[in-house]
């Protein structure tokens, strides 16, 4: 979790700047564009692009739409090859050599488990912990093994018909760089001194480049990790770089005293139970 600021000292001067708000993927979007877009036709114009974009993504890897390419490939019973876009072949592509670096620590077939522990899409409010068997048996549908992506002609396969994808972990990142690339393209168009310096925001994924309206770094504040507030943990001077936060503090659910959070461990089929309540991860 987030919150941009405006400034954590008295600025000399304030340049203004342009602010795009939605909704997608099942959260919230931000928009910063320093300096100002001042043609009212032109900052819409950007915002369209911005929507686009976005709703590309969406369209493509959204597990909370029917029509998505992943979804039609999840609800598919078939092991062959199912043809995708080259947008999703590339992210399920990375999702698997990461997921391989990691040791199995990202593991994007988790669906049937997070949808077992009763989180993501379609979660109710009859919360429980499932049984052993229970465990054991969604972790059958579940493994990098069971997966494979190509990208000339773009497409992925699984090897059981049970397996189903979430790209929920990488999927808002990259959302996040393709409308700073399109920001990027948008600043080489308009040929405007300045337009280099943006901020990008995606359910908490950030990137930023140059410089916030006065004059500084882009300052991003992390949260506390504690539930039922909002407050500071620290404020990062982001600049050029991108930034990630996940915490168990704000997606879990409580049973005979201990906390179960919506972070689950793909090698274990359990939500994570160490100390670690948050993260931060920086990329130049």
């Excluded at 998505?68 to 698997?96: C, G, K, M, P, Y």
Aim: charged share 30%; aromatic share 6%; hydrophobic share 35%.
């Amino acid at each position: 979790m987030f919150l941009t600021l405006a400034a954590c000292r008295p600025a000399s001067r304030d340049v203004g700047q342009t602010e795009l708000r939605g909704r997608t993927m099942g959260t919230t979007y931000t928009v910063k564009l320093v300096p100002p877009v001042r043609d009212a036709t032109t900052a819409e114009a950007i915002h369209e692009a911005v929507k686009d974009e976005l709703d590309a993504v969406d369209s493509r890897m959204s597990t909370y739409r029917d029509d998505s390419e992943l979804s039609r490939f999840n609800a598919s019973s078939s092991t062959d090859w199912f043809a995708v876009s080259s947008e999703t072949a590339q992210v399920v592509h990375e999702a698997i050599e990461i997921g391989r670096i990691s040791g199995g620590a990202l593991d994007v077939t988790i669906e049937p488990l997070v949808r077992l522990w009763n989180f993501g899409p379609g979660a109710s409010e009859n919360e429980g912990v499932p049984s052993d068997d229970q465990i054991e048996e969604a972790r059958r549908s579940t493994g990098l093994h069971l997966l494979d992506a190509r990208l000339d002609p773009p497409a992925i396969r699984k090897d059981r018909p049970e397996v189903h994808v979430d790209l929920s972990s990488i999927a808002k990142g990259y959302a996040v760089d393709r409308v700073a690339d399109l920001l990027d393209r948008v600043a080489d168009l308009l040929d405007r001194r300045g337009h280099d310096n943006y901020m990008v925001e995606v359910g908490g994924e950030v990137r930023s480049r140059g410089l916030n309206r006065q004059g500084r770094p882009w300052q991003i504040a992390i949260e506390r990790p504690i539930g039922g507030a909002r407050e500071i943990q620290s404020v990062l001077p982001l600049g050029t770089r991108a930034m990630a936060t996940s915490g168990d503090y704000r997606n879990y659910f409580e049973k005979d005293g201990r906390r179960y959070s919506h972070l689950i461990d793909p090698r274990t089929g359990r939500p994570i139970a160490h100390g670690l309540v948050s993260a931060t991860v920086l990329a130049d």
